[in-house]
Structures are given as structure tokens and as C-alpha cells.
């Protein structure tokens, strides 16, 4: 499967994937897949489970809803 997303990426962008970031998860870590990466170049980077603050998307936008949520209670004057 992840031969055919990297194929689309590349048709669609015509960019190469250069890293691919991952959970620590166990799905992923066949040997063939590794295996697969490496001879493309890709590197690949595992992330803890459960720590938003290694993804920046996800940090960023809990960052957005902390300031508004500290907006709308400030306007509440609460």
C-alpha cells in the first residue's frame, strides 16, 4: 500500500518522499517495508505514542483552541 501512496505522491506533486514520520507502533516495522525505505532513501522517523508535542500540525492547532478557549473566557470575564 505504501508503494502505491508513494507512487501518487510522487504523480501528483512530482516531488520523492524524504522521511516518513511514523508511531512507534508495530505495524510498520516489517523488515520488507525497512527494507523498502532505505533502498529509496527515505528516513524514517518513529515518534512516542501519545506525545502530541513531537507532531507539530497537532501542537499548533492545540495551541489555536488554548487561546481562543483563554479568549472566550476572558470576554465572559471569567
Not at 508535542?53 to 465572559?76: K, Y
Request: include cysteine.
Amino acid at each position: 500500500m505504501f508503494k502505491k501512496f508513494k507512487a501518487l505522491v510522487k504523480k501528483q506533486t512530482g516531488r520523492k518522499i524524504k522521511m516518513l514520520r511514523t508511531n512507534s507502533g508495530l505495524d510498520l516495522c516489517e523488515l520488507e517495508f525497512n527494507e523498502f525505505n532505505a533502498t529509496q532513501g527515505i528516513t524514517r522517523h518513529k515518534t512516542l505514542i501519545g506525545k502530541p508535542q513531537q507532531n507539530g500540525v497537532v501542537e499548533c492547532i492545540n495551541r489555536t483552541l488554548f487561546e481562543r478557549a483563554r479568549c472566550m473566557l476572558s470576554n465572559a470575564n471569567l
